[in-house]
């Protein structure tokens, strides 16, 4: 018998590495899965490997539509939403604040910061819904970053979207305490999705020395690897860690120790 057995589990950024790897995890411990990407084949590619009940709901978390879309979507197919992944994001480019292009900025803080405003807004009502009619409660997981609790330079916008995105949870943790809803954030340094790939293309240095280069203040001296940062989604998502609540969980190999 899995941890979450019967429930609803809604993903954004599912197509990739952090997103599907997450989808896999909740699958195999027995979650029906409401998916959502950008891009719409790998989206598809993923539905049709996964070994749960999936609905699978294409479209950019920037437009808060698809927020709604998706809560709707998991009423339609399964008839509640008992988990919320918020996982869809995108970095900066690699610069100082004053070289980074406005119009660039404004997408990353559309992405990582108001797509997850979009998504608690409609999800929050929907599991305070079922937590007065049933009893039961939800859980909601946002993707934030350690850039999210320090400052992080040459990734000042992508810093300020994911502080927000703690802020967001913490107040809305503790807004929704008392109504059967546990609001946490994952708070990962770098992991090894396309995210670091793309910084060791960037680099033009051969990728061990990029490594080297993006993880110095690193005490582990590593990245992270993707099944460690789902290991800690699935146990703030998991339904016996419930009085953890506006929690923001570093996974950063001891950045936030120094």
Partial sequence: MGRFDGATVLITGAAGGLGSSAAKGFASEGARLVLSDIDEKALADLAGMLPSETAILAGNVADEKLSEDLVGLAIEKFGRLDIAVNNAGIVQSFVRL????SDEARRVLEIDLLGVFYAMKHQIPQMERQFKTSGKG?????IASAAGLSGAPKLSVYAAAKHGVVGL???????YASKGLRINAICPAH?????????????????????AELTRGVPMKRVAEVEEVVTAILF??????SFMTGHALAVDGGVGAI
């Fill in 169 to 175: 949870t913490r107040s809305a943790a503790v807004e």
């Fill in 236 to 241: 703030a998502a998991d339904p016996a860690n």
């Fill in 98 to 101: 004053p070289q980074v292009p």
């Fill in 138 to 142: 939800g859980a909601i997981v946002n």
């Fill in 191 to 211: 992991t090894r999705t396309a995210m670091v790939d793309s910084f060791v293309r960037v680099s033009g240095a051969p990728e061990a020395e990029a490594l």
